[in-house]
């Protein structure tokens, strides 16, 4: 039984409305935003960790930068946006399926 909450997520079972979806990725707003725009890139393939990708995983994940920077206008992000991927405990990493934060909206401290 697979008890991830994004794979969840990405199978409908848990609802959460999708900004954006294809056969790779999908984009949620997070729960417990951390700035006025926070969402959340999540590859549809559940993996832990970038150190646990395969070859064709870090095609996609090129891909996936690429598509998060062609989203951004259309997601308030015209002004600049940060990206943040946590891994393991010391990254803070809580939900272990790879994700990336994308945050803006506004001025972040740093
Ligand atoms: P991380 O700490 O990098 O693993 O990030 C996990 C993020 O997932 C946190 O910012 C949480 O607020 C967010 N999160 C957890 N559950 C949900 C959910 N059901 N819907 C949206 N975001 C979530
Ligand atoms: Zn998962």
Redesign the pocket.
């Known amino acids: 039984m697979n008890d991830c909450?994004f794979c969840k997520?990405r199978d409908g079972i848990?609802p959460?409305p999708k900004l954006y979806e294809d056969e790779e990725i999908f984009v949620?707003?997070?729960?417990?935003p951390k700035a006025k725009c926070h969402y959340?890139v999540i590859p549809k393939k559940h993996f832990k960790l970038l150190s646990e990708m395969e070859k064709q995983d870090e095609a996609m994940l090129g891909r996936t930068f690429a598509k998060i920077a062609s989203l951004a206008p259309t997601l308030g992000l015209e002004n600049g946006y940060r990206v943040i991927i946590?891994q393991g405990d010391d990254g803070?990493?809580?939900?272990f399926h790879l994700?990336i934060?994308v945050l803006g909206g506004e001025k972040l401290p740093l």
Do not use: A
Request: hydrophobic share 40%.
């Open positions: 909450v997520i848990i959460s949620i707003r997070d729960i417990e959340l946590n803070g990493q809580t939900v994700h934060h």
